[in-house]
Protein backbone atom coordinates (compact mmCIF):
# COMPACT_ATOMS: atom_id res chain seq x y z
CA UNK A 1 0.00 0.00 0.00
CA UNK A 2 1.65 3.27 -0.65
CA UNK A 3 1.23 5.97 1.48
CA UNK A 4 0.07 9.32 0.40
CA UNK A 5 2.63 11.89 1.57
CA UNK A 6 6.73 12.09 0.22
CA UNK A 7 9.25 11.03 2.41
CA UNK A 8 12.86 12.05 2.57
CA UNK A 9 15.75 9.10 2.62
CA UNK A 10 19.29 9.41 2.72
CA UNK A 11 21.58 7.69 0.52
CA UNK A 12 25.31 8.36 -0.05
CA UNK A 13 26.37 11.09 -2.38
CA UNK A 14 29.09 8.52 -3.97
CA UNK A 15 27.01 5.90 -4.28
CA UNK A 16 27.37 5.15 -7.92
CA UNK A 17 31.25 4.65 -6.88
CA UNK A 18 30.02 1.31 -5.10
CA UNK A 19 31.43 -1.64 -7.07
CA UNK A 20 27.82 -2.84 -7.07
CA UNK A 21 26.52 0.19 -8.76
CA UNK A 22 29.89 0.74 -10.69
CA UNK A 23 29.05 -2.97 -12.57
CA UNK A 24 25.43 -2.12 -12.95
CA UNK A 25 26.40 1.43 -14.85
CA UNK A 26 28.88 -0.67 -16.53
CA UNK A 27 25.87 -3.27 -18.40
CA UNK A 28 23.02 -1.03 -18.58
CA UNK A 29 24.25 2.53 -18.14
CA UNK A 30 22.83 5.83 -16.58
CA UNK A 31 19.46 4.38 -17.33
CA UNK A 32 19.98 1.44 -15.32
CA UNK A 33 21.66 3.41 -12.30
CA UNK A 34 18.17 5.61 -12.57
CA UNK A 35 15.73 2.10 -12.64
CA UNK A 36 17.93 1.31 -9.26
CA UNK A 37 17.10 4.58 -7.51
CA UNK A 38 13.57 4.56 -8.88
CA UNK A 39 13.21 1.48 -7.46
CA UNK A 40 14.16 2.65 -4.05
CA UNK A 41 12.30 5.68 -4.25
CA UNK A 42 9.29 3.14 -4.45
CA UNK A 43 10.20 0.93 -2.02
CA UNK A 44 10.94 3.83 0.57
CA UNK A 45 6.80 4.90 -0.77
CA UNK A 46 5.33 1.37 1.07
CA UNK A 47 4.41 0.72 4.26
CA UNK A 48 7.20 -2.45 4.89
CA UNK A 49 9.11 -0.49 2.59
CA UNK A 50 9.42 -3.39 0.41
CA UNK A 51 7.26 -3.44 -3.54
CA UNK A 52 4.53 -6.21 -3.35
CA UNK A 53 5.05 -8.78 -5.88
CA UNK A 54 1.79 -9.37 -8.49
CA UNK A 55 1.99 -10.75 -11.68
CA UNK A 56 1.54 -7.26 -13.89
CA UNK A 57 4.16 -6.19 -11.63
CA UNK A 58 6.97 -4.50 -14.11
CA UNK A 59 4.44 -3.74 -16.34
CA UNK A 60 2.52 -1.42 -13.75
CA UNK A 61 6.89 -0.15 -12.55
CA UNK A 62 7.18 0.48 -16.27
CA UNK A 63 4.39 3.32 -16.55
CA UNK A 64 5.58 4.60 -13.66
CA UNK A 65 8.94 4.53 -14.76
CA UNK A 66 8.08 5.78 -18.34
CA UNK A 67 10.25 2.66 -19.32
CA UNK A 68 9.72 -0.99 -21.30
CA UNK A 69 8.34 -3.84 -18.62
CA UNK A 70 10.77 -6.48 -20.50
CA UNK A 71 13.68 -3.89 -20.01
CA UNK A 72 12.63 -3.34 -16.68
CA UNK A 73 12.32 -7.10 -15.49
CA UNK A 74 15.41 -7.86 -17.00
CA UNK A 75 17.54 -5.17 -14.99
CA UNK A 76 15.72 -6.16 -11.80
CA UNK A 77 16.39 -9.59 -11.79
CA UNK A 78 20.51 -8.55 -12.59
CA UNK A 79 19.85 -6.41 -9.54
CA UNK A 80 18.86 -9.33 -7.72
CA UNK A 81 20.76 -12.18 -8.62
CA UNK A 82 24.08 -10.73 -10.28
CA UNK A 83 24.55 -7.13 -8.97
CA UNK A 84 23.04 -8.40 -4.95
CA UNK A 85 21.77 -4.79 -4.65
CA UNK A 86 18.18 -5.97 -3.71
CA UNK A 87 16.78 -9.24 -2.33
CA UNK A 88 13.50 -11.21 -2.74
CA UNK A 89 11.24 -13.71 -1.13
CA UNK A 90 8.28 -15.08 -2.37
CA UNK A 91 5.93 -12.00 -1.83
CA UNK A 92 8.10 -8.92 -2.08
CA UNK A 93 11.41 -6.83 -3.56
CA UNK A 94 13.21 -4.56 -1.19
CA UNK A 95 17.20 -3.32 -0.15
CA UNK A 96 18.74 -3.89 3.32
CA UNK A 97 20.34 -0.54 2.67
CA UNK A 98 16.99 1.35 2.43
CA UNK A 99 15.22 -0.81 5.48
CA UNK A 100 18.73 0.42 7.41
CA UNK A 101 18.47 3.99 6.57
CA UNK A 102 14.86 4.39 7.29
CA UNK A 103 15.36 2.65 10.64
CA UNK A 104 17.54 5.31 11.41
CA UNK A 105 15.35 7.47 10.39
CA UNK A 106 12.44 6.20 12.55
CA UNK A 107 14.69 5.95 15.96
CA UNK A 108 15.74 9.73 15.73
CA UNK A 109 11.94 10.94 14.93
CA UNK A 110 10.79 8.04 18.24
CA UNK A 111 13.70 10.25 20.10
CA UNK A 112 12.71 13.49 19.17
CA UNK A 113 9.32 12.70 19.50
CA UNK A 114 9.65 11.81 23.14
CA UNK A 115 12.24 14.33 23.63
CA UNK A 116 9.41 16.58 22.44
CA UNK A 117 7.27 15.47 25.36
CA UNK A 118 9.78 15.14 28.21
CA UNK A 119 9.72 18.87 27.40
CA UNK A 120 6.57 19.47 27.25
CA UNK A 121 6.44 17.95 30.86
CA UNK A 122 8.92 19.68 32.14
CA UNK A 123 7.07 22.63 31.37
CA UNK A 124 3.79 22.21 31.84
CA UNK A 125 5.75 21.54 35.67
CA UNK A 126 7.97 24.46 35.40
CA UNK A 127 4.05 27.02 35.04
CA UNK A 128 2.21 24.86 37.58
CA UNK A 129 5.68 25.24 39.67
CA UNK A 130 5.32 29.11 39.27
CA UNK A 131 1.19 29.08 39.54
CA UNK A 132 2.32 27.84 43.14
CA UNK A 133 4.62 30.04 44.00
CA UNK A 134 2.25 32.80 43.18
CA UNK A 135 -0.51 31.47 45.06
CA UNK A 136 1.49 31.02 47.57
CA UNK A 137 2.96 34.44 47.31
CA UNK A 138 -0.98 35.84 47.55
CA UNK A 139 -1.56 33.75 50.55
CA UNK A 140 2.12 35.63 52.34
CA UNK A 141 0.50 39.18 51.14
CA UNK A 142 -2.95 38.01 52.29
CA UNK A 143 -1.35 37.09 55.71
CA UNK A 144 0.77 40.14 56.21
CA UNK A 145 -1.95 42.25 55.37
CA UNK A 146 -3.73 40.81 57.96
CA UNK A 147 -1.01 40.79 60.59
CA UNK A 148 -0.49 44.69 59.13
CA UNK A 149 -4.19 45.52 59.79
CA UNK A 150 -4.33 43.16 63.44
CA UNK A 151 -1.05 45.43 64.64
CA UNK A 152 -2.28 48.43 63.73
CA UNK A 153 -5.80 47.95 65.37
CA UNK A 154 -3.80 46.66 68.43
CA UNK A 155 -1.99 49.81 68.11
CA UNK A 156 -4.51 52.17 68.08
CA UNK A 157 -6.11 50.47 71.19
CA UNK A 158 -3.64 50.65 72.85
CA UNK A 159 -2.95 54.35 72.01
CA UNK A 160 -6.76 54.74 73.36
CA UNK A 161 -5.52 53.29 76.62
CA UNK A 162 -2.73 55.37 77.04
CA UNK A 163 -4.87 58.39 76.34
CA UNK A 164 -7.40 57.45 78.83
CA UNK A 165 -4.67 56.87 80.96
CA UNK A 166 -3.05 60.79 80.17
CA UNK A 167 -6.20 61.94 80.44
CA UNK A 168 -6.82 60.51 84.71
CA UNK A 169 -2.91 62.15 85.05
CA UNK A 170 -4.60 65.42 84.39
CA UNK A 171 -5.99 65.23 87.81
CA UNK A 172 -2.73 64.93 89.49
CA UNK A 173 -0.41 67.48 87.39
CA UNK A 174 -4.35 70.18 86.90
CA UNK A 175 -3.53 70.15 82.79
CA UNK A 176 -7.21 70.28 81.46
CA UNK A 177 -7.42 67.98 78.55
CA UNK A 178 -9.79 66.36 75.78
CA UNK A 179 -11.61 64.49 78.94
CA UNK A 180 -12.63 67.87 80.49
CA UNK A 181 -11.18 67.39 83.74
CA UNK A 182 -12.43 69.56 85.94
CA UNK A 183 -15.66 69.82 83.97
CA UNK A 184 -19.10 69.40 85.81
CA UNK A 185 -20.87 65.79 85.21
CA UNK A 186 -23.95 64.65 85.88
CA UNK A 187 -24.43 63.17 89.42
CA UNK A 188 -25.04 59.97 87.69
CA UNK A 189 -21.50 59.67 86.06
CA UNK A 190 -19.72 60.46 89.63
CA UNK A 191 -18.14 58.27 91.71
CA UNK A 192 -18.43 59.77 95.76
CA UNK A 193 -14.74 59.61 96.15
CA UNK A 194 -11.91 62.43 94.94
CA UNK A 195 -8.30 62.53 94.47
CA UNK A 196 -6.48 64.47 97.43
CA UNK A 197 -4.48 66.30 94.36
CA UNK A 198 -7.69 66.91 92.41
CA UNK A 199 -9.85 68.69 94.96
CA UNK A 200 -13.31 67.60 92.52
CA UNK A 201 -15.06 64.67 92.98
CA UNK A 202 -13.76 62.02 90.43
CA UNK A 203 -16.12 60.32 88.06
CA UNK A 204 -17.16 56.59 88.11
CA UNK A 205 -14.47 55.95 84.95
CA UNK A 206 -11.71 58.06 86.55
CA UNK A 207 -12.01 55.92 89.88
CA UNK A 208 -12.32 52.74 88.36
CA UNK A 209 -8.88 52.97 86.80
CA UNK A 210 -7.18 55.27 89.43
CA UNK A 211 -8.15 52.98 92.49
CA UNK A 212 -5.93 50.15 90.02
CA UNK A 213 -2.91 52.45 90.17
CA UNK A 214 -1.05 52.12 93.40
CA UNK A 215 0.39 55.50 93.17
CA UNK A 216 -3.23 57.22 93.50
CA UNK A 217 -4.48 53.92 95.31
CA UNK A 218 -3.85 55.78 98.72
CA UNK A 219 -4.80 59.26 97.59
CA UNK A 220 -8.33 58.37 97.12
CA UNK A 221 -10.86 59.66 99.82
CA UNK A 222 -14.30 58.68 99.90
CA UNK A 223 -16.21 62.03 100.51
CA UNK A 224 -17.90 62.93 103.72
CA UNK A 225 -21.26 63.99 102.06
CA UNK A 226 -23.01 65.01 105.30
CA UNK A 227 -20.45 67.28 105.92
CA UNK A 228 -20.02 68.47 102.37
CA UNK A 229 -23.79 69.64 102.87
CA UNK A 230 -23.13 71.53 106.03
Known amino acids: MAKKDAYYFSHD????????????????????????????????????????????LYEGLAKQMGSNASLLRSITEAMLHDYELLLEDECYIWSNSLLRRMDEKEKKRTAKAEAGRIGGINSGKARNDLKQNEAVLEINEAVLQTFEANEAKESKVNESKVNENKKIMCLHTGIVEKMGCGEERPKSEMSGYFLKTANRELTLKE???MSNISQYKDQIVKIDKDAANQ
Open 207 to 209: YEI
Open 13 to 56: SNARQDPKCAALINDYGPEGYGIFWMLVEIMSEQENYKIKKFPK
